[in-house]
């Protein structure tokens, strides 16, 4: 058996998909399924149950999902730790990071980082996704922690998700719909709406809802300053859409927090080139990633949730 068999399995496990594994990996999806029946006969068991609309882990699989996530994240860490004794990892790591990356893996994954490789200098770049997204495309940057936006990246970009999140409807709590459990989108009509600027990486996701329900979306007061939205809430101003698990909006009593209905949730994911091969610091925090990724799939732990996004 062999890693690279085991990384094609998880990829199917994580992406629920043939063709989004091949696609995460960069090979075509013939090789993608080769590998698998290849490890079904191995096994002796079916690993996936296929229909022309779903890839779903059978019992087999579904057992050694968790054995093949602790196995790659041993070996991704002895190659790290490896990599740090064979030879002094220098240069610089540049990424971008949005607004909230402090409630996420990436400051205990750069903790490590640091001690492990002291020699890299590594330079964090604040911005909007949909600048640092163009910043990594371009090469100017290594990687960056985004929001995804609706439609998929470019074949030559890879993603890793850290966290998900919704957007929700912040309201006073004497607001007739505060006694609401959701608020459907075609109730916002004609309200005014406090939400985030056409630059932030969250307007997509809510353009997009609110066109599937056919209902105008017109931000009368635009900030990405989640802190302000609130406030403006408590002012009486209107009705803002925003992050449901920031600071700012769970800190207090004096708003009410709503689902939308549909509700519109979206990730904040690392993403990165593989055309060209990343650099060598890079290609080093990507094993560290990897490893932190296996140990939480070990101890059953969920993505952390996110808090906010610019």
Known sequence: MELRTLRFFVAVAEEGSFTRAAARLVVAQPAVSQQIRS????????????????????????????????????????????????????????????????????PGILGTFHHRYPGVTVHLVEGRS??????????????????????????????????????????????PLASRTRVPVELLAGRTLVSYGPDSGLRPWLDRAFQSAGVDFTVRYATNDVALHVALVQAGIGVALSVRTHQAVQG???????????????EKALLWRTEPAPSRPLRAFLALLGAARGEDAQAGVAPRQVVGDK
């Open 39 to 106: 490890l079904e006969r191995e096994l002796g068991e079916r690993l996936f149950d296929r229909t022309s609309r779903s890839v779903r882990l059978t019992e087999a699989g579904r057992t050694l999902l968790p054995l093949a996530a602790r196995t790659l994240a041993a070996a991704d860490a002895l190659t790290a730790e490896f990599a740090s004794r064979t030879a002094l990892l220098t240069g610089t790591l540049s990424l971008g990071t949005v607004d909230g990356v402090e409630h996420t893996s990436l």
């Open 252 to 266: 207090t009593r004096l708003v009410t927090t709503l689902p939308l209905d549909p509700p519109v949730t979206y």
């Open 130 to 175: 949909a600048e640092l997204m163009t910043r990594v495309d371009e090469g100017t940057l290594d990687a960056a922690v985004v929001a995804l936006p609706p439609r998929p990246p470019a074949p030559h970009m890879r993603t890793e998700t850290l966290l998900r999140d919704e957007i929700v409807a912040v309201v006073p709590p004497d607001s």
